[in-house]
C-alpha cells in the first residue's frame, strides 16, 4: 500500500491540508506524533489513517517504528514534515531510508536565523546584524548607534520570541528577558527595518527556484510584530516584481537549497531587499488555502509530492484578479465579530471563502 508518513502536524492550516490532499490522492496516511492530546482525540483526524504515538524528537526510536511499518507491508514514498522543527527530521528520516528527500544543510541553515544569517553575510541581503554569546553584552555605543533594532531566539517562528527595541535601556530590559527562558542560547541582533514586506512562497527542483505565490504582508506592532493583512500580487513581471525575483533566486542558492519548498519573508528597504527570515517549509495558517484560492494550486500537496517526484503535480495559474484576507485585517481595526467580519468580507465582488 503506497504510503506518505507524516512527522506530526497541526490540526488545521497548511501542515493537515497536505495530510488531506494525500489522502485525496489514495496514499495511506501514516501520522507519527507525540502529541498525547492528539492520540486522545484520534476520531477527529478523518484523513489520518494510522496515528502512532512516537517520541519523534528522538530519531533513533522513530526509525525503529518506521521500520516495522515497512515490515508490516506499507510501501512508503515519502517521509515529510510541515511543522518546525520537524522539516529537519523528517528529510533525514528519509534519507536513511533510501527516498528522495530535501535538502539537509539548506534546511538545517534556515531553521537556525544566526547561521542563516552568516550565509548571507557578503550578500546585500542582509541588514547589519550580530550574534550575542550567551555570555556576553554589547558595548552601549554599537546599541546605540545602530537604534532601533531586533532582538531574536535563533529557533524562534513567526513573531514568537521576536522584539523590537528602540532605547539601550530596552535593549538591556529584553536582552534579560529572553536570557530568563532561554539561558544557554546565543540571541540574535539586527537592524530594524522599514518598509513594505513580502511573503514569497517557493519551490525549489534540481536547483531551479518555482516562485509560486507573492503575497504583501500588513503588519502591526503591538509590542509584538502581528500580521493582520494579506495581499496577493498576480503580475509578476514589472521590473519591482523582477528585482524580488532575483533576489528571492540568490537567497535561496546562498542558503545551498537545491530541493524543497521555502518561504521567504523580505522587506523593500531604500531600493535594496532585505531578507527577514527563511523557512524550509510551506507557511502556516491559512496560507495554503490562500494560494489554493488564488491560483487552483494546492501547495501543500504539490511540496511533499516533490519529495518522491522531479515535478510539481499542478502548475498554478491565477485566475483572481486580486484577494485579501479581510478577516485578519478587520480584527486588527477592532472589529471582532465575525458575523459582521463576513458580511463585510462577502459585499467584496472577488470575494471566494472566510478563513478563520
Known amino acids: 500500500m503506497k504510503t506518505i508518513i507524516f512527522i506530526d502536524t497541526n490540526k488545521s492550516g497548511s501542515s493537515y491540508e497536505a495530510i488531506k490532499f494525500a489522502k485525496s490522492m489514495q496514499y495511506y496516511t501514516v501520522l507519527l506524533t507525540n502529541r498525547a492530546s492528539f492520540i486522545k482525540k484520534r476520531s477527529e483526524f478523518q484523513h489520518v489513517d494510522l496515528m502512532e504515538s512516537c517520541n519523534i524528537d528522538n530519531i533513533k526510536k522513530t526509525k525503529k517504528i518506521i521500520k516495522k511499518l515497512i515490515n508490516d507491508g506499507l510501501d512508503v514514498q515519502a517521509i515529510v514534515s510541515f511543522v518546525d522543527p520537524y522539516c529537519y527530521t523528517a528529510s533525514v528520516l528519509a534519507q536513511s531510508f533510501g527516498l528522495q528527500h530535501f535538502s539537509l544543510d539548506a534546511i538545517s541553515i534556515m531553521q537556525d536565523k544566526i547561521k542563516s544569517r552568516e550565509m548571507l553575510d557578503k550578500s546585500p541581503y542582509v541588514p547589519f546584524f550580530q550574534k550575542i554569546n550567551s555570555n556576553e553584552n554589547l558595548e552601549q555605543e554599537t546599541v546605540e548607534e545602530n537604534l532601533p533594532l531586533v532582538l531574536k531566539v535563533p529557533t524562534s517562528a513567526g513573531s514568537k520570541d521576536v522584539h523590537k527595541v528602540q532605547t539601550y535601556d530596552q535593549y538591556e530590559e529584553t536582552i534579560n528577558e529572553i536570557r530568563k527562558s532561554y539561558p ?168 471566494r471563502r472566510f478563513l478563520r
Open 184 to 351: 544557554d542560547k546565543d540571541i540574535l541582533l539586527e537592524k530594524y527595518l522599514d518598509g513594505p514586506q513580502y511573503l514569497v512562497e517557493t519551490v525549489t527542483i534540481n536547483n531551479k527556484v518555482n516562485i509560486i505565490a507573492i503575497i504583501e504582508q500588513e503588519i502591526t506592532f503591538t509590542g509584538r510584530f502581528i500580521i493582520t493583512g494579506y495581499k496577493m500580487i498576480l503580475d509578476h513581471e514589472n521590473e519591482f516584481y523582477q528585482s524580488l525575483n532575483t533576489a528571492v533566486n540568490e537567497i535561496i542558492s546562498l542558503h545551498g537549497m537545491k530541493d524543497g519548498p521555502c518561504h521567504l519573508e523580505i522587506r523593500y528597504v531604500n531600493n535594496e531587499w532585505k531578507l527577514i527570515e527563511a523557512n524550509p517549509r510551506i507557511s502556516g495558517g491559512a496560507m495554503n488555502s490562500f494560494i489554493e484560492t488564488a491560483y487552483g494550486i494546492n501547495l501543500a500537496g504539490n511540496s511533499y509530492a516533490h519529495a518522491y517526484s522531479d515535478r510539481m503535480a499542478h502548475t498554478p495559474e491565477p485566475y483572481l484578479s486580486s484577494w485579501k484576507r479581510l478577516n485578519s485585517h478587520f480584527r486588527a481595526s477592532g472589529d471582532t465579530s465575525l458575523l459582521s467580519c463576513f458580511t463585510r468580507c462577502a459585499g467584496c465582488g472577488s470575494f
